[in-house]
């Protein structure tokens, strides 16, 4: 068990860029979820894939997100056209059933 | 709809002694979970502990007790004998049947152990 992998950890892009984020989960988990912190608050729930289906998007993913998962295995989430509010930690978790969810470390994304 | 509530914003404690952070939350689904995560300061979220609704005990995992009140919507996480390395943020957390993927969070709660 080599725990859920994020890459970068660190990611300062300027205003209107696009930028893109990866997660490894755990090898054997099916299901992968993208979260979004920000400083003071709880992860929220951005969107939830069961092997490569995306089953559950939360109204905080606008237009300008998009995730994909397209083996079943590790996933992307894309940001375009970046804007300070997306300034953020970006977290994704991973379980099988009847586990909880491990997070991976995060992605901190600066807006300049 | 679903809430967890968090009212400690921070918590200063004494090493070696037990500490209660409080969690309340609402849901009108009869099946649910809870959860406890810490998140140091370098950022991840650590799974602490879980309570399914239905579970007739507390929850324990060594020195993390869930003291499960479900007439109340409480469940708080009890650290005993606490250490410096228990600094950290504390999450409480639940996923209910009506959303059986995402689990949603509390605002969190800021503890420092005092040596």
């Known amino acids: 068990d080599t725990g859920v992998s994020q890459n970068p950890r660190h990611k300062i892009t300027k205003r209107g860029q696009n930028v893109t984020f990866r997660c490894d989960p755990i090898?054997?988990?099916?299901?992968l979820y993208w979260y979004r912190q920000t400083l003071g608050q709880g992860p929220e729930f951005l969107t939830y894939f069961q092997n490569e289906a995306q089953l559950e998007k939360s109204r905080l993913l606008s237009d300008r997100f998009s995730a994909e998962r397209p083996k079943g295995s590790f996933s992307t989430l894309e940001i375009q056209r970046t804007e300070q509010g997306d300034s953020a930690m970006y977290l994704c978790a991973s379980k099988d059933d009847d586990q909880p969810q491990h997070f991976g470390d995060g992605t901190r994304l600066s807006i300049l | 709809a679903q809430k967890i509530t968090q009212t400690q914003p921070g918590m200063f404690v004494q090493e070696k002694e037990a500490v209660t952070l409080d969690c309340t939350y609402d849901t009108s689904d009869p099946s649910y979970g809870l959860f406890w995560y810490k998140q140091p300061s370098s950022g991840e979220m650590i799974f602490l502990i879980y309570?399914?609704?239905?579970?007739?005990q507390n929850a324990t995992e060594g020195r993390y007790s869930l003291n499960f009140q479900k007439a109340r919507k409480s469940a708080n996480l009890v650290i005993s004998a606490s250490q410096l390395g228990d600094s950290a943020m504390y999450f409480c957390?639940?996923?209910?049947?009506?959303?059986?993927?995402?689990?949603?969070f509390g605002s969190g709660t800021r503890l420092s152990i005092r040596p």
């Open positions: 309570q399914g609704s239905y579970d007739q």
């Open positions: 957390a639940m996923r209910d049947q009506s959303s059986a993927s995402k689990i949603i």
């Open positions: 090898s054997e988990h099916n299901r």
